[in-house]
């Protein structure tokens, strides 16, 4: 009887607390249930992001005109309807909690109601006769409140992107009827942006207790999600996977410098309640969750909490490949401004600080914005003693000066410490078995002092820039003495909180990241465009060439400010006088190349060497070339068009394309061959927003006007010298 006393009030204070916070929200009109009418990839919508309620069916709705999330309130909080407005593509075909919980070993659901028994399809009207589960947390009551920075970026460099989004908050608050629960707390976050059909979820879970509760798994989402195609037999990893919705989260790592391969959260599972599936087996993978799975168990001290992982979810509206690729680009654009920021920075390989002042020289002179000490120069940023502090801060005072910003590469991973600090194989109990044989644990008291004094040495030199070579948190550590951690369980989860903690502080602190995993949505900048080192060993012939393909294959899913390539200026990972530039005087036509591939693509490369430049010809020639750079920087960070991968049998290339600039389309074309290559090429100018007559101008000199087919393509005799390149810019007809 206290029981079902206890589930009554907690349902009482849900609608007590919904009265007092609909007035938060706009009253939904069936006006606003209308479908996306324009490309928002092309002409930004007009609506803007809110969170309605609609009285009369007593629900909750997020929607900015490209999504819409719907919420029944009774007799618990759950989702009903997740509508894609490009395609008017519903997503849901079963309610499911909205998060769920193991503490201390027990699993519960947060929110969420039982009592569908059909799990292909839903109808509104079914869920009259749902209900709440007996020890679910239940509905307290809800908030809203305009998006608030997830970083308080401080922007430093330039940036195609100069501001942080808007949109609405949804906070949904849930309490357990359970007496042994009663103090814990669980906060549900829905975040819905402007103009773009994505929302993030998280939630956050508060131990208001006296004692330590253990949580050993937070799925913070759980989607009964359509199938788009299904099978009679096969098993889940058959079968193709749902592809209405893009998942991504703040917590991927693998040094595979893609996100999909990077996931660590993302579980599609399968669903033997869905009885009608046409699967015998029912094994059609159709329900969605979301959690770390090596995070076992973390111990919550009273007072503390816990945030999830932040899923985002953009909702796909077509399966090409490019389109899906800048629509996720956008979404970066949106959530993560800060991979728009692209400066140009040169890699010093030094041995003393004269010639860190000379290549500081050198970058003033030729239009670089920053430098950035490699690995294996002197630089140690580890050392925080006064002498050191007190050289790099004159060496970064003598940058400044000339406009330049400066920092360091610092090696965290792939190098052994001692056995009191690296991470602890769990299979053998010994150090050893971490991503690169040995690592040191981040959660170890090395690691703790690790970051400790990168923060201190950035902060007393003024660095601005900050090179990362580890740590991997997938390197989970069975140590119980490191006082980051306790244990293996958590070994995971804390080192990634410490690593993620300290890229943010980067960011906030004006500090430019270049990290070689996918900490993006946690303040890093920029991963490497994806490459094998040794290929740097090849002739310059072949690196051009292969280097355009890394190009063509890496800025599918990520903005062109996002990557970083390689330029060795001298020998690295093997190879002869035929793999290097070096002396750069002789090799002016490879240098030219390589450096128009990169710039035009507006991916920044690592000139890796002593110097920029050998003689005055060849400061002449790094100089035009980044100044041109400068006088397209906007169009060449927009998103590319990929037009043909190089194959060295004939032309290959790529075009930036926005709506927006003034410049709509930026084409590059490259000739690998020893004659001259005349073609026919078709640019695709849908995403330009252009589709009537157009201005093509080559090289700033020869002006055209083309008329664009219903298609919004046009065709352009193009003339590419042997081993050469050529260029164009097409704007509007005013």
Same mark, same amino acid.
Not at 329 to 352: D, E, G
Not at 573 to 579: L, R, T
């Given at each position: 009887?206290?029981?079902?006393?206890?589930?009554?009030?907690?349902?009482?204070?849900?609608?007590?607390?919904?009265?007092?916070?609909?007035?938060?929200?706009?009253?939904?009109?069936?006006?606003?249930?209308?479908?996306?009418?324009?490309?928002?990839?092309?002409?930004?919508?007009? *609506?803007?992001?809110?969170?309605?309620?609609?009285?009369?069916?007593?629900?909750?709705?997020?929607?900015?005109?490209?999504?819409?999330?719907?919420?029944?309130?009774?007799?618990?909080?759950?989702?009903?309807?997740?509508?894609?407005?490009?395609?008017?593509?519903?997503?849901?075909?079963?309610?499911?909690?909205?998060?769920?919980?193991?503490?201390?070993?027990?699993?519960?659901?947060?929110?969420?109601?039982?009592?569908?028994?059909?799990?292909?399809?839903?109808?509104?009207?079914?869920?009259?006769?749902?209900?709440?589960?007996?020890?679910?947390?239940?509905?307290?009551?809800?908030?809203?409140?305009?998006?608030?920075?997830?970083?308080?970026?401080?922007?430093?460099?330039?940036?195609?992107?100069?501001?942080?989004?808007?949109?609405?908050?949804?906070?949904?608050?849930?309490?357990?009827?359970?007496?042994?629960?009663?103090?814990?707390?669980?906060?549900?976050?829905?975040?819905?942006?402007?103009?773009?059909?994505?929302?993030?979820?998280?939630?956050?879970?508060?131990?208001?207790?006296?004692?330590?509760?253990?949580?050993?798994?937070?799925?913070?989402?759980?989607?009964?999600?359509?199938?788009?195609?299904?099978?009679?037999?096969?098993?889940?990893?058959?079968?193709?996977?749902?592809?209405?919705?893009?998942?991504?989260?703040?917590?991927?790592?693998?040094?595979?410098?893609?996100?999909?391969?990077?996931?660590?959260?993302?579980?599609?599972?399968?669903?033997?309640?869905?009885?009608?599936?046409?699967?015998?087996?029912?094994?059609?993978?159709?329900?969605?969750?979301?959690?770390?799975?090596?995070?076992?168990?973390?111990?919550?001290?009273?007072?503390?909490?816990?945030?999830?992982?932040?899923?985002?979810?953009?909702?796909?509206?077509?399966?090409?490949?490019?389109?899906?690729?800048?629509?996720?680009?956008?979404?970066? @654009?949106?959530?993560?401004?800060?991979?728009?920021?692209?400066?140009?920075?040169?890699?010093?390989?030094?041995?003393?600080?004269?010639?860190?002042?000379?290549?500081?020289?050198?970058?003033?002179?030729?239009?670089?914005?920053?430098?950035?000490?490699?690995?294996?120069?002197?630089?140690?940023?580890?050392?925080?003693?006064?002498?050191?502090?007190?050289?790099?801060?004159?060496?970064?005072?003598?940058?400044?000066?000339?406009?330049?910003?400066?920092?360091?590469?610092?090696?965290?991973?792939?190098?052994?410490?001692?056995?009191?600090?690296?991470?602890?194989?769990?299979?053998?109990?010994?150090?050893?078995? @971490?991503?690169?044989?040995?690592?040191?644990?981040?959660?170890?008291?090395?690691?703790?002092?690790?970051?400790?004094?990168?923060?201190?040495?950035?902060?007393?030199?003024?660095?601005?820039?900050?090179?990362?070579?580890?740590?991997?948190?997938?390197?989970?550590?069975?140590?119980?003495?490191?006082?980051?951690?306790?244990?293996?369980?958590?070994?995971?989860?804390?080192?990634?909180?410490?690593?993620?903690?300290?890229?943010?502080?980067?960011?906030?602190?004006?500090?430019?990241?270049? *990290?070689?995993?996918?900490?993006?949505?946690?303040?890093?900048?920029?991963?490497?465009?994806?490459?094998?080192?040794?290929?740097?060993?090849?002739?310059?012939?072949?690196?051009?060439?292969?280097?355009?393909?890394?190009?063509?294959?890496?800025?599918?899913?990520?903005?062109?400010?996002?990557?970083?390539?390689?330029?060795?200026?001298?020998?690295?990972?093997?190879?002869?006088?035929?793999?290097?530039?070096?002396?750069?005087?002789?090799?002016?036509?490879?240098?030219?190349?390589?450096?128009?591939?990169?710039?035009?693509?507006?991916?920044?490369?690592?000139?890796?060497?002593?110097?920029?430049?050998?003689?005055?010809?060849?400061?002449?020639?790094?100089?035009?070339?980044?100044?041109?750079?400068?006088?397209?920087?906007?169009?060449?960070?927009?998103?590319?068009?990929?037009?043909?991968?190089?194959?060295?049998?004939?032309?290959?290339?790529?075009?930036?394309?926005?709506?927006?600039?003034?410049?709509? *389309?930026?084409?590059?074309?490259?000739?690998?061959?020893?004659?001259?290559?005349?073609?026919?090429?078709?640019?695709?100018?849908?995403?330009?927003?252009?589709?009537?007559?157009?201005?093509?101008?080559?090289?700033?000199?020869?002006?055209?006007?083309?008329? *664009?087919?219903?298609?919004?393509?046009?065709?352009?005799?193009?003339?590419?010298?042997?081993?050469?390149?050529?260029?164009?810019?097409?704007?509007?007809?005013?």
């Amino acid at each position: 009887m206290k029981k079902i006393i206890s589930i009554a009030v907690f349902i009482i204070t849900a609608f007590v607390s919904f009265a007092q916070h609909t007035s938060r929200t706009a009253v939904w009109n069936n006006s606003f249930n209308t479908l996306a009418q324009d490309d928002w990839l092309v002409k930004p919508p007009t *609506a803007k992001a809110n969170v309605y309620s609609d009285e009369k069916e007593g629900s909750l709705i997020l929607y900015n005109g490209l999504v819409r999330r719907s919420f029944g309130m009774s007799p618990n909080f759950a989702c009903y309807d997740f509508q894609n407005m490009a395609t008017s593509q519903q997503l849901l075909r079963a309610i499911r909690p909205e998060a769920k919980l193991i503490i201390d070993g027990k699993e519960y659901n947060v929110g969420g109601v039982i009592g569908q028994q059909e799990k292909a399809y839903l109808q509104k009207e079914w869920m009259k006769g749902f209900k709440a589960g007996a020890d679910d947390f239940m509905f307290v009551g809800y908030t809203v409140a305009d998006i608030k920075p997830y970083i308080n970026w401080k922007r430093t460099t330039w940036a195609s992107v100069n501001k942080q989004a808007t949109g609405k908050e949804l906070m949904i608050s849930f309490a357990s009827p359970l007496p042994s629960l009663k103090d814990i707390t669980v906060v549900v976050h829905y975040e819905l942006y402007d103009g773009l059909p994505l929302m993030v979820k998280w939630i956050e879970v508060k131990n208001n207790s006296l004692k330590n509760i253990v949580v050993n798994r937070i799925v913070n989402e759980s989607l009964g999600l359509v199938e788009e195609e299904s099978a009679v037999v096969g098993s889940p990893e058959q079968m193709k996977k749902q592809h209405g919705i893009y998942v991504e989260t703040n917590y991927a790592f693998n040094n595979a410098m893609r996100y999909d391969i990077s996931d660590q959260t993302t579980h599609w599972l399968t669903d033997s309640s869905y009885t009608s599936q046409v699967n015998y087996n029912y094994q059609t993978p159709c329900v969605l969750e979301v959690y770390p799975e090596k995070v076992k168990a973390v111990v919550l001290a009273p007072g503390e909490t816990i945030k999830s992982p932040r899923t985002h979810e953009l909702l796909m509206d077509s399966y090409d490949r490019e389109r899906r690729g800048m629509m996720i680009q956008r979404m970066y @654009a949106t959530v993560a401004p800060w991979t728009t920021q692209n400066p140009i920075f040169m890699h010093l390989v030094s041995s003393n600080d004269q010639q860190v002042m000379t290549a500081v020289d050198q970058c003033a002179a030729t239009g670089y914005e920053a430098l950035i000490l490699s690995f294996g120069s002197h630089c140690n940023m580890e050392d925080t003693s006064a002498k050191n502090i007190a050289r790099w801060k004159y060496l970064t005072d003598y940058a400044h000066s000339k406009g330049i910003l400066v920092g360091s590469y610092s090696l965290f991973s792939s190098r052994r410490i001692n056995d009191e600090t690296d991470v602890i194989d769990p299979k053998t109990g010994k150090p050893g078995g @971490a991503f690169f044989g040995n690592a040191p644990c981040m959660g170890s008291q090395w690691g703790l002092t690790y970051i400790d004094k990168l923060k201190y040495f950035i902060t007393k030199t003024g660095f601005d820039l900050f090179e990362n070579d580890g740590p991997y948190p997938g390197d989970v550590c069975a140590s119980t003495v490191h006082p980051g951690h306790k244990g293996l369980d958590d070994s995971q989860w804390r080192q990634m909180e410490l690593q993620k903690g300290l890229y943010r502080w980067c960011n906030e602190h004006g500090v430019y990241v270049n *990290a070689p995993d996918w900490y993006f949505l946690d303040g890093t900048h920029k991963i490497g465009i994806g490459y094998r080192e040794v290929n740097f060993s090849l002739s310059r012939d072949q690196q051009k060439i292969l280097n355009r393909q890394n190009i063509h294959d890496g800025t599918f899913e990520k903005l062109p400010s996002m990557s970083w390539g390689f330029v060795p200026l001298t020998r690295y990972q093997g190879g002869g006088p035929e793999a290097v530039l070096e002396p750069l005087k002789d090799h002016l036509k490879d240098y030219e190349m390589l450096m128009v591939q990169y710039y035009g693509a507006g991916v920044q490369a690592c000139y890796r060497g002593p110097r920029l430049y050998d003689t005055t010809t060849t400061k002449a020639l790094v100089t035009n070339t980044v100044s041109w750079y400068k006088k397209y920087r906007d169009i060449l960070n927009a998103p590319n068009v990929h037009l043909r991968r190089a194959d060295g049998r004939d032309w290959d290339g790529f075009m930036h394309v926005s709506p927006n600039l003034k410049d709509r *389309a930026f084409v590059l074309l490259f000739n690998p061959t020893p004659e001259t290559i005349q073609r026919q090429v078709v640019l695709p100018l849908y995403y330009t927003g252009l589709n009537t007559k157009v201005e093509v101008a080559e090289k700033d000199a020869m002006h055209r006007q083309l008329m *664009a087919d219903n298609k919004g393509n046009i065709k352009l005799n193009v003339s590419i010298p042997a081993g050469g390149y050529t260029w164009y810019v097409i704007r509007e007809i005013n």
